[in-house]
């Protein structure tokens, strides 16, 4: 009986998500933490709907308990809490550490998310590949240390990240710590897009509609 009690918490929070309410679902999601053998992927699906709902404050409680049960996608998450002082007081140290053991751990999207704390840059290039001044898509840096930037997000890469693979492009095509080189610039997008990663495969089409690499092909792009 206790066992068939404990279920029913889950199959209450899915219901709720497939009929839309989430935060019902949030609320039997941790419930669910409580009675099925705290399961710290039920705390992230209650973070997951707590943000959609604005409600931080849940979001955050969610995602520190998951990160205390070694939830790698949490860790990651309160890595980028603490870095960017975002719902928490900013700790870079917390930060670190906490990108350090998600990465451990198998997460290995924390590595783009740990190498931004380097490097200020946007998501995908515009037509001046040597700026990202128009994305406003940026994080609180360290400080600007891009060899220590590009080391982090070429082991992400290495290990199949394709948003590893489009910032490690993005250093290329804005010579940040190393020499502007367009055509490894654009190797680096490819290879992203090949791993379905969505801002890598923008950035090669526009190098096809701009002819970065001298090779022009409006149906490519």
């Known amino acids: 009986f206790f066992d068939m009690f404990k279920k029913d918490y889950i199959k209450l929070a899915n219901a709720a998500s497939e009929n839309g309410d989430q935060k019902t679902a949030a609320e039997y999601y941790e419930k669910a933490f409580t009675f099925n053998v705290k399961d710290p992927q039920l705390l992230f699906l209650a ?3 707590y943000e959609n709902l604005r409600d931080y404050k ?11 049960e070694k939830h790698p996608k949490c860790l990651a998450w309160m890595g980028e809490l603490y870095r960017d002082g975002i719902y928490v007081q900013q700790s870079w140290i917390l930060a670190e550490n ?6 451990m751990l198998g997460c290995v999207g924390a590595y ?11 998501d ?7 700026t990202s001044k128009n994305s406003s898509n940026f994080c609180v840096t360290i400080k ?8 982090l997000f ?17 250093m290329y095509a804005q010579g940040l710590g190393v020499s502007v080189d367009i055509k490894e610039a654009v190797k680096y997008f490819k290879i992203a897009a090949e791993r379905n990663n969505s801002t890598g495969a923008l950035n090669v089409a526009i190098s096809y509609y701009e002819g970065w690499t001298g090779e022009q092909n409006d149906e490519l792009a």
Do not use: P
Request: glycine letters at 12%.
């Open 144 to 151: 600007k240390d891009y060899h220590r930037a590009m080391e």
């Open 47 to 49: 973070a997951i709907r």
């Open 58 to 68: 849940s979001m955050v409680r969610c995602v520190e308990q998951a990160a205390k």
């Open 98 to 103: 906490y990108f350090q053991l998600a990465t």
């Open 124 to 130: 995908n290039v515009d037509n001046d590949v040597n």
């Open 112 to 122: 783009k998310e740990w190498g931004r704390m380097y490097c200020e840059i946007g």
């Open 154 to 170: 070429k082991k992400g890469c290495d290990k199949g990240h394709g948003g590893c693979a489009n910032e490690v492009g993005h």
